[in-house]
């Protein structure tokens, strides 16, 4: 009997041994999985809070004003990637100009670089965003030099809200319409303005009040004028 009792015990301590190693941490595989659960189901609600919010501000700003923030890509629905560029909503927020230091050092090495005349592209910059770096337009331009999606494609600018590869996109642009109209200043900023179609067809600034008025009080305003 006494034999029979270790016999059994040998073969039940075998037995636990014998067990699949994945067998005996289940438990703490079970709470790993929960604690990722609640951590997405925290983060969802986070950015459930957040949408709300932001929401909330637009409807009581009643989409007035003309510098707007873009809507961020990780604010939009909760999905498999939030990696994935969200559609630019605008949202009635101001940001701060760029100081006029930082400014005139952005203004400076571009120019420099790209053969724009300086007093120019600060001219254009301060129409176009104020010196506002996260500026949205009513119709979808961006930065401080109100860059189109897109031309900012076609220029190769990753981030339109990075203020020197925003400037330096805007003063390719604009050198690349002074070569077009033989160095006709009031042209290129028509063509910056309403496109380079409207200009070719009109073949002067386009008879657009607001793209005469932008080129006249640009014009107006150049130090070289």
């Known amino acids: 009997m006494q034999g029979s009792l270790i016999h059994w015990k040998h073969l039940i301590f ?4 014998a067990l699949p190693a994945g067998a005996q941490p289940a438990p703490a595989a ?3 999985a929960a604690k990722q659960r609640d951590a997405a189901a925290a ?3 986070s950015l ?3 949408r709300a919010s932001i929401e909330q501000q637009t409807r009581a700003a009643g989409g007035g004003g003309f510098f707007l923030l873009p809507r961020a890509a990780s604010l939009g629905g ?3 990637t939030l990696s ?3 559609p630019i909503v605008p949202i009635a927020l101001e940001c701060d100009p760029l100081p006029a230091p930082q400014v005139e050092s952005l203004v400076g090495e ?3 670089r790209d053969g724009v005349d300086a007093g120019l592209l600060r001219t254009v ?4 965003s104020g010196f506002r770096p996260c500026a949205v337009s009513s119709k979808g331009a961006m930065g401080l030099m109100q860059l189109m999606p897109a031309t900012a494609e076609q220029l190769g600018i990753l981030d339109p809200f990075d203020a020197a590869s925003n400037v330096d996109g805007g003063a390719r642009f604009l050198r690349q319409l002074l070569n077009k109209y033989s160095g006709d200043v009031p042209k290129a900023l028509g063509a910056y303005n309403a496109g380079p179609a409207k200009v070719d067809a009109a073949g002067a600034v386009p008879n657009i009040p607001e793209t005469m008025d932008y080129v006249r009080q640009i014009v107006a305003a150049l130090p070289f004028h």
């Open 14 to 17: 075998l037995a636990f041994v």
């Open 30 to 32: 079970d709470d790993a």
């Open 43 to 45: 983060m969802q609600e």
């Open 48 to 50: 459930a809070r957040q």
């Open 78 to 80: 909760v999905t498999a």
């Open 84 to 86: 994935a560029p969200a």
């Open 110 to 112: 571009t120019a420099e």
């Open 125 to 128: 910059m301060k129409r176009e």
